[in-house]
Structures are given as structure tokens and as C-alpha cells.
T-cell receptor, first 116, second 112 residues
């Protein structure tokens, strides 16, 4: 079945570092990709939606200069957390949707980001 | 009031029990998803429903569009079914590229 690959699965780094997370659709073309953030014991919070070849649409309150999203191809989207700080520590998960009708949304395994 | 509400929030069962998780929503939808989030965080899409009933192995999902309600059933539950189960809806009329609205999730623990 369809698979979305996300890596790295875990990142631990120092404050001020920029971290890039990759999300790939392995056997389908993802015209739309979603990036979510999840705090412990809470539901997924949508950060941004990206369509291939166009700028991402960010949710209210999400800093676009802080969370850079690139969706340069139909199989790859990246989220870069720039100059990360401890408050950016969280679980980030991507999801991909093909352009075909009535297809489910597929999720990656997530990235646990810890900023020291 | 959330647009998508799940019950119960937490559920503990003994191995072999029949389990039901409920989801109610307050908006018109084009599809409803049941997702499973493993302890490690990864999410698996279990079902996508727009009407009726679907079955996959020991899992059954039903939806009643008129009542805006869906249920996820697990027959002969097993400890490996322990996970968070999330109901999510895509609102009616929006394109396939639109967002999902998520319920808060149901933490299921199945004891041996």
C-alpha cells in the first residue's frame, strides 16, 4: 500500500541549530502535503499545507520564517525549523494526499525534535 | 464544543473483548477517517468512510450520515491493538487538498 517516509525519526540538537525534516511519498504522487505538530496527549495541530510547486499556506500563529516548508516535487516535502529553541521541541508529523479522488491521507512516522 | 468529539477518551479492556469507540461530528463531511497512532507516534490510516460500513480483519467501521456519527469496532481485541485511535473528518464541499479536523483521540489499552 501507499507509504509515506519521514526522517529523521528523532533529532536532538543544541539551541540555535536549524533542523530539516524530510517527508517522501514512496509509491504515489503527493500533490498536497500537510505538516502537523503534536504536543503530548494532544491531537494533531495543522501547521501548514503545501501544494507541489507553490508556496505553503500557513495556519494562523505559525511563523513562516521559523518553519520553512518546501514542496519542490510530487514526492518530497521538507520542513526546516530555523534557529530552533527549546520551545520548538515537539513531535512533527507529515501527511500526504494524492490528487486522485476518494483517496485516504497517508501519514509519516513522525519526527521527535528535542532542542537542548 | 469541538467539531469532532470522540468517546471514550480512555478505554481499558481485557484481551478478547469487543471494543467500540464512538465519534460524533457537527459539520457536513465528505469523508471520515479512522486513524491509529502507535506508541512511537506513527499514524496508520485504518478506514476512510463516506457511507455505510467497512471491514478489515478484526476492525469494523460504520457511519451514519444522518446522525453524524461513526463507530470503530474491534472484535477479539489483542494487546497489540493498544494505541490511540483518532477520528478525523474532511468537510463537505472542500477539495481533496483541504484539511482534516481531528478528534482528541481514544487511548485504548488491551491487557493480556
Amino acid at each position: 500500500g501507499a507509504v509515506v517516509s519521514q526522517h529523521p525519526s528523532r533529532v536532538i540538537c543544541k539551541s540555535g541549530t536549524s533542523v530539516k525534516i524530510e517527508c517522501r511519498s514512496l509509491d504515489f504522487q503527493a500533490t498536497t502535503m500537510f505538516w502537523y505538530r503534536q504536543f503530548p496527549k494532544q491531537s494533531l495541530m495543522l501547521m501548514a499545507t503545501s501544494n507541489e510547486g507553490s508556496k505553503a499556506t500557513y495556519e494562523q500563529g505559525v511563523e513562516k520564517d521559523k518553519f520553512l516548508i518546501n514542496h519542490a516535487s510530487l514526492t518530497l516535502s521538507t520542513l526546516t525549523v530555523t534557529s530552533a529553541h527549546p520551545e520548538d521541541s515537539s513531535f512533527y508529523i507529515c501527511s500526504a494526499l494524492s490528487g486522485l479522488l476518494n483517496q485516504p491521507q497517508h501519514f509519516g512516522d513522525g519526527t521527535r525534535l528535542s532542542i537542548l | 464544543k469541538n467539531e469532532v468529539e470522540q468517546s471514550p477518551q480512555n478505554l481499558t479492556a481485557q484481551e478478547g473483548e469487543f471494543i467500540t469507540i464512538n465519534c460524533s461530528y457537527s459539520v457536513g463531511i465528505s469523508a471520515l477517517h479512522w486513524l491509529q497512532q502507535h506508541p512511537g507516534g506513527g499514524i496508520v490510516s485504518l478506514f476512510m468512510l463516506s457511507s455505510g460500513k467497512k471491514k478489515h480483519g478484526r476492525l469494523i467501521a460504520t457511519i451514519n450520515i444522518q446522525e453524524k456519527h461513526s463507530s470503530l469496532h474491534i472484535t477479539a481485541s489483542h494487546p497489540r491493538d493498544s494505541a490511540v485511535y483518532i477520528c478525523a473528518v474532511r468537510s463537505f464541499g472542500e477539495t481533496s487538498g483541504s484539511r482534516l479536523t481531528f478528534g482528541e483521540g481514544t487511548q485504548l489499552t488491551v491487557n493480556p
